[in-house]
């Protein structure tokens, strides 16, 4: 019996169908996604081209002329300590925010989807530092954490002499790095929950029957079949970390000494302070496509995102 290839496809290599569209349904397909090209085109390319072209002049961001001055800023951005050390507290916080997002975000997810009373109740306070202003949380912490604050005031309580947290670079980074975590618990904690609420059952009800411990079910089940979502989070904490500015802003000011001046300070601090816009842009290129690198590592080490229990 011969196979029948339906009318629009027809026989591709090694016998597979390939989609063969008519003239009407590609104009058709066009005309639908105009606007969301004009759109895309308008308020994202264009801008990213834009800025482009600007991190390769001299423009003080105010003078209609702006100075085509070629890859002289990406050329002082590589001799410039400020850049590197910013790229190195910017990859120590994003790695210390992704371990922990991961880790705190599935731990509260798992607890959320116990067979708890008021379990919504739960999920809303676990939720709610997600909806809180960033400005209003970094000032809060910033007062917990301040030499005569709540956090300090605590540790005296039980004989311990608490440190000036935000006058020391490593601390401040720690610091910085458990508001980030505790900002976006619940969002990841929701993400996670979503997943875990979306696998099947019936094979973890198979595996506790043949003697699988929660451990067990967690480690080699949950775990694996949750990459995926994994890989989200991971990405959303790297993209929040290389994009970080309004927490550390209030927080630290980047402080001290550069300890938490990430890429979006120094940024901020090029283009805005000293109104050298193309050597700002510059930065933001460089931060792009640190991100883009990083996202498509991630992508490639998690297995392109597909789940798989082994």
């Known amino acids: 019996m011969h196979s029948e290839l339906r009318p629009g496809r027809t026989s591709g290599r090694g016998g597979a169908p390939r989609e063969r569209y ?24 264009y801008p990213i081209i834009s800025a482009g072209y600007i991190s390769l002049t001299s423009w003080n961001g105010f003078s209609p002329v702006k100075e085509f001055i070629g890859f002289d800023n990406y050329v002082r951005l590589s001799q410039d300590p400020e850049f590197w050390n910013s790229l190195l507290v910017t990859c120590i916080y994003a790695v210390g925010v992704s371990v922990l997002s991961v880790a705190s975000g599935l731990v509260v997810a798992l607890l959320l989807d116990a067979p708890l009373r008021g ?67 619940g969002f990841n904690a929701i993400l996670y929950l979503t997943a875990l609420q979306a696998l099947p059952v019936g094979v973890f009800e198979a595996a506790q029957m ?3 411990n929660f451990v067990q079910r967690l480690r080699y089940m949950t775990v694996p079949l ?29 402080g001290p000494q550069g300890g938490t001046e990430v890429l979006g300070m120094i940024m901020y601090r090029q283009a805005f302070r000293l109104s050298d816009f193309g050597y700002g842009t510059a930065i933001a290129f460089v931060t792009l496509f640190l991100v883009l690198g990083v996202t498509l590592v991630n992508w490639r080490a998690s297995g392109s995102g597909r789940s798989s229990l082994r």
Do not use: H
Request: proline share 4%; glycine share 10%.
């Open 119 to 185: 379990r919504g109740f739960y999920r809303g306070v676990y939720f709610l530092p997600a909806v809180t202003s960033s400005v209003a949380a970094a000032i809060v912490w910033r007062y917990m954490l301040d030499p005569s604050g709540f956090v300090n005031t605590v540790l005296a309580g039980v004989g311990v002499a608490g440190p000036d947290w935000l006058q020391d670079r490593w601390l401040a980074l720690g610091a910085l790095t458990l508001l980030t975590v505790w900002k976006n618990v």
């Open 22 to 45: 008519s003239r009407e349904e590609l104009l058709t397909a066009g005309l639908f996604l105009l606007p969301a090209l004009v759109v895309l085109g308008v308020f994202v390319i």
């Open 210 to 212: 043949d003697g699988a």
């Open 226 to 254: 949750l990459r995926p979502m994994t890989f989200f989070v991971v990405v959303q904490a790297l993209i929040t970390c290389f994009q970080a500015f309004d927490l550390v802003y209030v927080l630290t000011g980047g």
